[in-house]
């Protein structure tokens, strides 16, 4: 059976929609296609036959729209082959990383008909004068907190690269 596959990812200040980009093009690299859409533009998933999901975190959650395609979606996403990414942490600190994945854990125990063939957390990126609604309310404050938060990216393009060669090789395998 040929596969279709399909990276769809949640984003709010578009780290994780670069890291989405970077896996489609690994793709690519390594022979296969893959369809790119944030997962509030999808309305059917017909047709696709291995699902790559990308997520942030956000106080221990994945935002609104990414449960909203699972809960939406549900009856497609059981039947595919899926993958998971979590963007999180913002230092190389191992702590954060096991901390984001209990994070990622727990959000997924909303959804035990999903059998994830990978759940990989990537690190992320901190950008005071990136951040999202509600928490960009931060910058009108006469004192904002955030103000002297260092930016920080730790997205990891080899590890971003390996995992998704290593899923293309999984794709093949089956094809
Ligand atoms: C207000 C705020 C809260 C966050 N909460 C968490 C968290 O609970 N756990 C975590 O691992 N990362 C957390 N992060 C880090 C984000 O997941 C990281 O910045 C990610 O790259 C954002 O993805 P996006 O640019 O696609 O929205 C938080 C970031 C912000 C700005």
């Given at each position: 059976m040929s596969s279709s596959i399909l990276v769809a990812y949640?984003?709010?200040?578009?780290?994780?929609?670069?890291?989405?980009?970077?896996?489609v093009?690994?793709l690519?690299?390594?022979?296969l296609w893959a369809d790119l859409v944030?997962v509030?533009k999808i309305e059917s998933l017909q047709g696709t036959t291995d699902l790559i999901l990308?997520?942030?975190?956000?106080?221990?959650?994945?935002?609104?729209?990414?449960?909203?395609f699972l809960?939406h979606q549900r009856s497609a996403i059981a039947k595919m082959r899926t993958w998971?990414?979590?963007?999180?942490?913002?230092?190389?600190?191992?702590?954060?990383?096991?901390?984001?994945?209990?994070?990622?854990?727990?959000?997924?125990?909303?959804?035990?008909?999903?059998?994830?063939a990978?759940?990989?957390?990537?690190?992320?990126?901190?950008?005071?004068?990136?951040?999202?609604?509600?928490?960009?309310?931060?910058?009108?404050?006469?004192?904002?907190?955030?103000?002297?938060?260092?930016?920080?990216?730790?997205?990891?393009?080899?590890?971003?690269?390996?995992?998704?060669?290593?899923i293309?090789?999984?794709i093949?395998?089956a094809a």
């Amino acid at each position: 059976m040929s596969s279709s596959i399909l990276v769809a990812y949640a984003t709010r200040s578009g780290s994780t929609a670069e890291v989405s980009e970077s896996i489609v093009a690994a793709l690519r690299e390594a022979g296969l296609w893959a369809d790119l859409v944030p997962v509030s533009k999808i309305e059917s998933l017909q047709g696709t036959t291995d699902l790559i999901l990308g997520a942030p975190l956000y106080i221990g959650k994945f935002p609104r729209d990414f449960h909203q395609f699972l809960a939406h979606q549900r009856s497609a996403i059981a039947k595919m082959r899926t993958w998971c990414f979590v963007l999180g942490p913002t230092r190389r600190e191992p702590a954060d990383f096991d901390a984001a994945r209990k994070q990622a854990e727990q959000q997924f125990t909303h959804y035990p008909w999903l059998h994830l063939a990978g759940l990989q957390i990537f690190g992320g990126r901190w950008d005071a004068s990136l951040l999202p609604f509600p928490f960009s309310l931060a910058r009108r404050l006469p004192f904002n907190p955030l103000a002297k938060v260092p930016g920080e990216d730790i997205r990891d393009s080899t590890a971003i690269h390996d995992w998704s060669l290593a899923i293309a090789g999984q794709i093949k395998h089956a094809a």
